[in-house]
């Protein structure tokens, strides 16, 4: 069974996927800050290679979207278990010291927030601490624990049915609108905007943004993966199962009959359900994102395995070894290229040449955490994140 790690203790296979995921979540948040999101669909409908938005929204709602999310917060819960299996004789010391972990996260987290409203950080941190609580549950307790929570946006939503009228919602003139603010009036400030203004705006995003937890039910959800990857950690998941081919058929074969039902009925998880099928479609929509997210998993072990499995995935675990740095570089490179207060290039790119620039984004990346790995141990905000955590300054340059 292949183990081969990077360094004693890390399982190489989970870098080799955490920065598959990393690339991913690019995918996704670069149609956020290149305002692609946000423009009016007749002004989409004029760009530059438009005949193929069609096509990508596609690959977008069957392969992206909320698939990558997905497989961070399984690694996350899955960081956790390996780190508490491995310190489980000395849990007096490790959980402290993992608790201060999850605080610097937290700020960390906050700080980007204050950048960018699509911050995941922050939500993490804070689960992470109802995770820790949860630690003492058995194997069994924990992967029913993680379906309950998986599940529990359907009875929200089912009482919400119940208490309140609501209306099958209506075509919108962008893909992402806010109730507050017209299309024209956000754009302007993204796109040309001072960075005071950009800074008030996002504010009023990050607000929205916490506010659609709501009816997404992302902050139960994200806690039942964090709970499905302690569990898969717990049970060695990452050294056996995610090898089995049985497992992988299973993973998409389920993935793909549940996107395919999701994705051809315009199921949505942005707003509250207003019928029992529109219900049904949302049950659809987290079945195909958890497992195409295993399948995704599964399949990157398969090729791992293989001869040249290391060297065909090298780029992702470079990455992967350096997600913290990489996730936030992403944001500030996003910024950077698209808001009026960078390069200006808001709202001028469909969605083929968005993912273009993604896979550029993702080569430069990949090449910058390979040399930078040859030099030092960790990326500069893990290092840093260390540094926080055991509160002294820690040589990070690698000897000769």
Request: net charge positive; charged share 10%; aromatic share 16%.
């Amino acid at each position: 069974m292949t183990t081969t790690t990077a360094t004693p203790g890390r399982i190489a296979v989970i870098d080799a996927i955490r920065g598959f995921a990393v690339v991913g979540i690019l995918l996704a948040n670069i149609q956020s800050w290149s305002g692609y999101k946000f423009l009016p669909l007749t002004e989409i409908a004029e760009l530059s290679f438009y005949g193929l938005d069609e096509l990508f929204r596609l690959l977008n709602a069957t392969l992206v979207d909320g698939r990558f999310y997905s497989i961070f917060s399984i690694l996350f819960g899955a960081g956790f278990g390996i780190q508490y299996v491995k310190n489980r004789d000395r849990l007096d010391t490790f959980i402290p010291v993992y608790r201060r972990r999850i605080v610097f996260l937290l700020l960390i987290g906050c700080v980007h927030a204050l950048i960018w409203s699509g911050d995941i950080l922050t939500l993490y941190a804070l689960l992470a601490f109802a995770l820790i609580m949860l630690r003492n549950l058995s194997d069994r307790q924990i992967l029913l624990l993680a379906i309950v929570l998986l599940s529990t946006f359907l009875v929200t939503h089912t009482l919400h049915m119940l208490v309140s009228e609501v209306a099958a919602p209506q075509p919108k003139a962008a893909i992402k609108v806010y109730p507050d603010i017209s299309s024209a009036d956000f754009n302007q400030i993204l796109g040309h905007g001072s960075l005071r203004e950009v800074f008030y705006l996002n504010l009023h995003n990050l607000y929205w943004r916490w506010m659609d937890f709501l009816p997404n039910g992302r902050i139960s959800r994200v806690l039942g993966l964090f709970l499905l990857g302690f569990w898969m950690a717990r049970t060695n998941y990452f050294t056996q199962a995610i090898y089995s081919r049985r497992n992988l058929i299973v993973f998409i074969a389920i993935g793909v009959c549940c996107t395919y039902w999701s994705v051809s009925r315009g199921g949505n998880l942005f707003y509250w359900a207003y019928s029992a099928n529109d219900l049904w479609l949302k049950a659809m929509i987290v079945l195909a994102q958890i497992f195409v997210a295993l399948a995704y998993m599964s399949l990157l072990a398969q090729v791992f395995r293989l001869p040249i499995g290391e060297s065909l995935l090298w780029p992702f675990t470079q990455i992967g070894r350096m997600a913290f740095t990489s996730y936030l570089s992403q944001t500030a490179i996003g910024i950077a290229l698209f808001y009026g207060v960078g390069l200006g290039f808001y709202g001028q790119y469909g969605l083929a040449q968005l993912w273009l620039i993604a896979l550029v984004i993702f080569v430069f990346q990949a090449i910058l955490a390979a040399v930078w790995l040859v030099y030092f141990r960790q990326g500069p905000i893990e290092w840093l994140w260390r540094c926080m955590i055991q509160r002294k300054f820690l040589p990070n340059i690698r000897s000769q």
